[in-house]
């Protein structure tokens, strides 16, 4: 089973407007992470939020962490055709060294 | 710095053949894992290993095996492949922290298998 869960699993939208995509959980986690995967390609660290912070910035991405909630939101803000890709939420529980990561968001960027 | 490499890129089995999956890692991670990711899915964790001369099973274990052959490696071997095992696999690590806490892991480029 998986423990995130995202949603939309697929967004398109047009250069310069902004992506946004959610993740929901269901147990304690110690953090919580993002990962990118473009096609036919390994997954790429984005960012990583606490279970102690609400929110974090990294470039243009902006993660929002709700613990009350068990909810996470990725927003990446004027996007680029480069941004054209799936992405991933990962959960570190409270306790163990693994994360377990939802199905993803693919996201299309039309130039 | 290679980071995460895997060998092979790409296997072609046929069902029942065995094989090794590669992955080394440079970065002196204490921790490495073995995914696997089906069509349009998120990966799912096969057996990790938190530290050298440690395994453990993962979400999906059955039909696999792994050795942490030193700090470096960590190769999943299929004994009998099955059409089932048809996936992409990845290998990740990542460093050890104090405490609670744990960093973000580093993937590899992944393996490409399909079993026949």
């Known amino acids: 089973s998986q423990q995130g869960e995202e949603d939309p699993q697929a967004l398109s939208i047009q250069e310069g407007e902004n992506a946004t995509m959610n993740c929901s959980y269901k147990?304690?986690?110690?953090?919580l992470q993002w990962y990118r995967q473009n096609s036919g390609r390994g997954l790429v660290h984005l960012i990583l939020?606490?279970?102690?912070?609400r929110e974090k910035h990294s470039g243009r991405l902006r993660v929002t962490l709700d613990t009350s909630k068990k909810s996470s939101s990725l927003l990446i803000t004027a996007s680029r055709a480069a941004d054209t890709a799936s992405y991933f939420c990962a959960t570190d529980k409270a306790a163990g060294n693994k994360l377990t990561f939802g199905g993803g968001t693919r996201v299309l960027v039309k130039p | 710095n290679a980071g995460v490499t895997q060998t092979p890129k790409f296997q072609v089995l046929k069902t029942g053949q065995s094989m090794t999956l590669q992955c080394a890692q440079d970065m002196n991670h204490n921790s490495m894992y073995w995914y696997r990711q089906d069509p349009g899915m998120g990966l799912r964790l096969i057996y990790y290993s938190a530290s050298e001369g440690t395994t453990d099973k993962g979400e999906v274990p059955n039909g696999y095996n792994v050795s942490r052959l030193n700090k470096r490696e960590f190769s999943l071997r299929l004994e009998s492949a099955a059409p089932s095992q048809t996936s992409v696999y990845f290998c990740?690590?990542?460093?050890?922290?104090?405490?609670?806490?744990?960093?973000?892991?580093?993937f590899g480029p992944g393996t490409r298998l399909t079993v026949l």
């Open positions: 990740a690590s990542r460093a050890k922290t104090s405490g609670r806490f744990y960093n973000e892991q580093f």
């Open positions: 147990t304690s986690i110690n953090n």
């Open positions: 939020i606490r279970s102690n912070e």
